[in-house]
């Protein structure tokens, strides 16, 4: 294959990749997002790892299956959703980044299911989320 051809190629395979994901954010919506990635005021619990296995259960996140990774963000929504109103920097077509940290705790499996056992880690990061209509509705990473 020369090499004008696999350029042209990977642009358009790129292409495909940033519409795909645009669409996939545009299909979500803020209440799932809610649901999936928000916990404020922070729900107690003994520890991190406590905190997780009860969260994901509590959220649905383990019906089924035992979701590898998710994240929960302990500050209020409007905060959040100050990241898509100009609290944060717009990092492609609808992806922004916050300008402040957030206080999150990231939840990993380490069980299978139906027994699904969670860690939690703690920590001070800036998020990334997708947003639509001013609202984010997909949780991208901590930065």
């Known amino acids: 294959m020369s090499p004008k051809i696999s ?10 990749l940033a519409a795909l994901l645009v669409q996939s954010s545009e299909g979500a919506t803020y209440q799932d997002f809610r649901n999936r990635h928000i916990d404020h005021p922070k729900t107690r619990a003994a520890n991190n790892n406590a905190y997780c296995n009860l969260m994901m259960r509590r959220r649905g996140m383990m019906n089924r299956t ?10 209020s929504p409007n905060h959040i959703q ?3 109103r100009g609290g944060g920097r717009r990092v492609n077509r609808n992806i922004f980044e916050s ?3 957030f206080s999150v705790i990231t939840c ?3 069980g299978r299911f139906p027994n699904c056992q969670y860690v939690g880690r703690r920590q ?11 609202l984010p509705v997909h949780f991208d990473r901590l930065v």
């Open 99 to 101: 300008r402040r940290r």
């Open 7 to 16: 350029f042209w190629l990977l642009l358009r395979l790129a292409v495909l």
């Open 108 to 110: 990993r499996s380490r």
């Open 66 to 75: 035992c979701k590898p990774t998710n994240t929960f963000i302990n500050n």
């Open 82 to 84: 100050h990241v898509c």
């Open 124 to 134: 001070s990061k800036r998020i990334r989320v997708g947003c639509v209509r001013s």
